[in-house]
């Protein structure tokens, strides 16, 4: 069992919504500057699906997109693919400057109609749309052959997972952004012991930070073993699945 039971890992943390926080890589370099060049209105067009799996940044890329457009002054929203499925979510959707779906292999064949017609309404309203989803467009499962279609009127981009070494950089970098220090002994283990993304590494270093804190010990493999024991690893394992 772990020596911090009262330390726990929240898995639901908001992701950071900034361009700049964002950890690029070889992997994602284009689909980062791709994004931030549709937002800048460096690219004619006005629509944007991403793809890619859970913990490839889709997310992290449409609230930095939310937040440039917001800071602009323009008016922005952000739908989860959940939300769209609840009846009138959509309406007015289409006033917005900017409108972000995200997890959009959620939605249900009753949403697609709705969905269909927002897209229309907001391409000819001249504004801007940007999706995200786990899967390609074709693996959707789209009843509606028609939304299937004018989802692939945009730009698409595929996220792929961080390149060892990126990952590494990523997590280093995390655990300096909070003014503490790892050495290459942490990075592997952390990387060798839990998921390896980084959505969920980012509340590892949380939770580590804390203990540091209070603790005023410096992270080290022992720390980690006394913070996250082998029950807590295999459950945040399984919870990530």
Known sequence: ??????????????????????????????????????????????????????????????????????????????????????????EGMDSFDLLCIDDLQRLDHAAEVELFHLINRVRAAGNKLLFAADRPIDSLGLALKDLQTRLVWGLVYKLDPLTDDGLANALRQEIENRSLYASDEVISYVLKHFPRRMNLLKQVVDTLDNVSLLEQRRIT?????????????????????
């Open 221 to 241: 493999v022992p720390l980690i073993k006394s913070v996250f024991g082998e029950a807590e690893r295999a459950e945040l394992a399984g919870r990530m699945r």
């Open 1 to 90: 069992m772990s020596n911090h039971p009262q330390l726990t890992l929240s898995l639901d943390t908001a992701p950071a919504t900034s361009f700049d926080s964002f950890h690029l890589d070889t992997c994602n370099e284009l689909v980062h500057s791709a994004v931030s060049a549709f937002v800048r209105a460096a690219l004619d067009d006005i629509q944007l699906y991403l793809w890619g799996d859970a913990g490839t940044g889709k997310s992290h890329l449409l609230m930095a997109a939310c937040d440039f457009y917001h800071r602009q002054g323009y008016r922005v929203a952000y739908l989860s693919g959940d939300l769209i499925n609840q009846s009138g979510s959509l």
